[in-house]
């Protein structure tokens, strides 16, 4: 019981952590790209130093999971690229609701792998979070902020469905912090090529920001999400994850004075609700 509540401390520290990850978009004064090369790069020195420390491997068992970790760390490279990026253009609490629309993609991409055809529950959840996006949507101009803002929270939801169908499929062998060192790696020497600012010519208020975001917000949640599923079962972690956006909002109107608007927060509640309503289906198929 002792360990069960442990974990649950973990697991609510990790989403929280998750959650407030989406304000540095805001207080770094850099573009998305560079934020999340640096970031990656940060915490993927982090997690190596990690894994050594607690002396547990770091190689793969096969050559073609090298391959599997290279499409691992292109998925997740996009993802983070999108998902500040919307949140620069939107805001925390808009660009991390059109974020939160992933569990519902994830569901009609998953028949791509398996053969099958989404159930009308299914599609009943899809509409729900359109309404939701819809809601957050000012007007249906691609030269609005928050609107581009929007459509790039939904394009991080893809990709990061993406990463997880894969992970799931290919490479559930092996633990939360050296899947992610590898996807810190991938995504961190991917984007450099592309970044706008060298580390030499950013300011010691962005380095020691980038810093915290890559070992406190990156390495230290994932690390915690892994251990907490040692006496939790998936399930539970996703649908306490479903919290994530109702940190990354009140650590926004706290820190940052974001004020969302009436559409916004019943946009957001429709699109959190069918993200906890399909997380909430597929615990209860896999008891089944």
Known sequence: MQ????SLIYLHIAVLLFGGTALFAKLIGLNALDITVYRAAIAGIAIFILLSMQKKPIKL??????LIALLLGVAVGIHWVTYFAGMQLAGI??????FFSY???????EPFFHKSKPKAKDIISAAVVLLGIYLLIPNANLGNDV???????????????????IHKRYFNQYGGPQTMFYQTLVASLMLCAFIEVPIYS???????LILVAGVIFTAAPHSLFAASLKHLSAATAGLIACLQPLYGTLLAIIIL???PSIATFIGGALIVSAACFETWSIARKSRQ
């Open 3 to 6: 360990s069960q509540q442990q």
């Open 61 to 66: 068992n096969q050559g073609k999971d090298y």
């Open 93 to 98: 609490t808009i660009g991390m609701l059109a």
């Open 103 to 109: 569990p519902v993609i994830t569901v009609f991409l």
């Open 147 to 165: 609107t581009l803002g929007v459509i790039t929270g939904v394009i991080s939801a893809f990709f990061f469905a993406i990463r997880n169908i």
């Open 202 to 208: 950013t300011t010691n208020h962005d380095l020691a």
């Open 257 to 259: 004075h974001e004020r």
